[in-house]
């Protein structure tokens, strides 16, 4: 039996969807700095846009390689989810794993904004009244992540269901 796009379930196509959607949004600002004075607001208003909105690729691995790994997860997904034997081998499995990494490495690296910059230049930002806030781009990524998640999850599940699992020993 060979591969046919028409055969791709739905969950499979979503996941493949919330993988491209977590990549484009690796293009989108990922970190912003934003302040309440004046002052420091037309400063930042003067700096290249690239200075005040980080994209995931200047951000850190915490930033691309999430999104990296829902891309490749979803592809692999879609490309393997046909094969009744990859499938009982544990394919859906993987993807809840794969899925679940990505979200928690996305949800660590919104926890830890602050760090992606030295003491120096955090010192320099807090004296300036400039705070770091997460972009679109990391709103697009997690979301891309929690929708992954919890399609492998019904996956998962309905894998059980159709009581297509490996008999055990």
């Known amino acids: 039996m060979g591969f046919s796009p028409k055969l791709i379930s739905w969950r499979e196509w979503v996941g493949l969807g919330a993988g491209l ?6 293009f989108l600002p990922w970190t912003t700095l934003s302040t309440t004075r ?17 994209d995931a690729w200047t951000t850190g691995f ?7 790994l829902l891309l490749l997860t979803g592809i692999v997904v879609v490309l393997f989810g046909q094969n009744r034997t990859a499938r009982i081998s544990g394919l859906p499995q993987l993807w809840l794993i794969a899925a679940a ?12 904004i602050g760090h992606e910059f030295d003491e120096n230049t955090l010192g320099l930002l807090n004296e300036g009244g400039i705070s770091t806030s997460a972009g679109i781009g990391r709103y697009l990524a997690v979301a ?9 999850i019904l996956d998962a599940r309905s894998l059980r269901r159709r009581g297509t699992r490996p008999k055990r020993s």
């Open 21 to 26: 959607v977590a990549v484009a949004a690796l």
């Open 38 to 54: 004046p002052d420091v607001e037309e400063a930042l208003r003067a700096l290249p846009a690239d200075d005040v909105a980080r």
């Open 62 to 68: 915490l930033a691309w390689f999430p999104s990296i």
């Open 101 to 112: 990494v990505a979200v928690v490495l996305l949800v660590f690296g919104s926890l830890t």
């Open 144 to 152: 891309g992540g929690a929708v992954s998640l919890v399609v492998a």
